[in-house]
């Protein structure tokens, strides 16, 4: 055999490993996309089941879902979650995207946001969990 022919066989078993491996990378993708992903609790995984039953009947679509449930003493005390799918949220303006993110601009407003997940909270209770005083507290 000739060195270029040597070659060739070397570039053939490499291309079938490399083959191969993008088969196994593909039916493990497969295997997750749907399913739980690591360190993901069980019913993180079944509301992503849920979700992509309700994808758009596109080769390309996309769905943004927030949500959450708060439960005391063992009754659920409230729930929220808004879901959209990513053509209107592209067709969304970036004036209309800062302004409803605005609230999660400052680390002063993460805390009272935190503090009040809890429960509410007056005022002056909010003051003295946060430490925030005046217009740190106001604004």
């Given at each position: 055999?000739?060195?270029?022919?040597?070659?060739?066989?070397?570039?053939?078993?490499?291309?079938?490993?490399?083959?191969?491996?993008?088969?196994?990378?593909?039916?493990?993708?497969?295997?997750?996309?749907?399913?739980?992903?690591?360190?993901?609790?069980?019913?993180?995984?079944?509301?992503?089941?849920?979700?992509?039953?309700?994808?758009?009947?596109?080769?390309?679509?996309?769905?943004a879902f927030f949500g959450?449930?708060?439960?005391?003493?063992?009754?659920?005390?409230?729930?929220?979650?808004?879901?959209?799918?990513?053509?209107?949220?592209?067709?969304?303006?970036?004036?209309?995207?800062?302004?409803?993110?605005?609230?999660?601009?400052?680390?002063?407003?993460?805390?009272?946001?935190?503090?009040?997940?809890?429960?509410?909270?007056?005022?002056?209770?909010?003051?003295?969990?946060?430490?925030?005083?005046?217009?740190?507290?106001?604004?």
């Amino acid at each position: 055999m000739s060195r270029l022919e040597d070659e060739l066989k070397e570039l053939r078993k490499e291309l079938s490993k490399i083959a191969k491996e993008v088969e196994k990378l593909k039916t493990r993708r497969e295997q997750t996309s749907l399913g739980p992903y690591p360190g993901s609790p069980e019913p993180s995984a079944s509301l992503i089941r849920v979700l992509a039953e309700r994808l758009p009947d596109k080769p390309d679509a996309g769905m943004a879902f927030f949500g959450g449930i708060q439960k005391k003493n063992g009754k659920i005390r409230s729930s929220y979650f808004s879901g959209h799918d990513f053509e209107s949220i592209l067709r969304c303006s970036p004036k209309r995207v800062a302004k409803l993110l605005s609230p999660l601009s400052s680390e002063q407003r993460i805390l009272i946001l935190k503090t009040l997940i809890k429960g509410d909270r007056s005022s002056s209770e909010l003051s003295r969990e946060t430490g925030l005083e005046g217009g740190q507290l106001y604004h």
